[in-house]
């Protein structure tokens, strides 16, 4: 049973309800949906204040970290009053801010294989906000096992990339394991502190990742599922690749 909207539901949720494709029904969805975000760095950042205001019921956040002068360059949802406050303490009272109607479940601690299960079952869908490779593909495996779509953003220097994964659906719906099937070594690829990352770029990839699980609660629209999408920050372009389905892949493959 969907939630019925209230007046104030209704005034704030206005621009979403006149949408064809939202309307609310949609709206309700929302309401009723449950989301993960793991990492409440750059990308977490606008990801939460926007699925926040888009009034997704209830939002898990994950994180170990604490504010550091550093991060503000782009972690936009945290302040300078904030430094040395937990990330997820100092998220939460910036989602309550924005809207108090939303339950948010601040989790300050690692995500690790001994608790992804766990944490990750008690949600509809989850997004990949962390900034290192050994999360990624524990969250790639954990959520392939429990059916629970994964929407994927990473971002370095001024590049980012993005995509949707479900590959329990099958045909059509590779994983990450499909395109890169064993993580790099940790220090083969620099992270954002050592090479550095435009601090907007995380809002896109942030904001786009925000529209990628809307679309994934509400059923709407083309998934990303399947394609890697692209932006060049320098280039101001996008581009897309096809990922396709490997029947080896040591996740998802039929084997
Ligand atoms: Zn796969």
Redesign the pocket.
């Known amino acids: 049973m969907l939630p019925e909207l209230t007046e104030p539901q209704i005034r704030r949720y206005a621009r979403h309800i006149v949408l064809a494709e939202i309307g609310g029904v949609g709206q309700s969805r929302l309401i009723a949906a449950r989301v993960l975000v793991v990492g409440a760095g750059g990308l977490g950042a606008p990801l939460l204040q926007y699925l926040a205001a888009a009034g997704v019921g209830t939002l898990g956040v994950i994180d170990h970290d604490t504010v550091d002068l550093s991060n503000l360059q782009r972690q936009v949802i945290h302040r300078t009053a904030d430094i040395g406050a937990s990330k997820v303490e100092s998220a939460r009272r910036a989602l309550s801010d924005i809207n108090p109607e939303v339950r948010v479940e601040p989790r300050g601690e690692r995500l690790t294989a001994a608790n992804a299960e766990r944490i990750i079952a008690g949600y509809d869908i989850v997004a990949d906000g962390s900034d290192n490779f050994a999360t990624r593909y524990l969250l790639n495996d954990v959520c392939?096992r429990l059916k629970k779509p994964l929407v994927a953003a990473a971002i370095l220097r001024f590049d980012g990339q993005i995509s949707t994964y479900k590959?329990w659906q099958g045909d059509g719906h590779?994983?990450?394991?499909?395109l890169f099937p064993e993580a790099p070594p940790e220090d083969a690829v620099p992270s954002c502190a050592q090479a550095g990352v435009l601090g907007a770029l995380a809002g896109t990839l942030g904001a786009l990742q925000a529209t990628e699980v809307v679309k994934e609660v509400l059923g709407i629209g083309r998934s990303l599922s399947g394609r890697l999408l692209m932006y060049d920050a320098l280039a101001g372009s996008f581009d897309e690749m096809a990922i396709a389905?490997?029947a080896e892949?040591?996740?998802?493959?039929a084997r």
């Open positions: 392939y590959a590779p994983c990450l394991r499909c389905k490997r892949c040591p996740t998802c493959g």
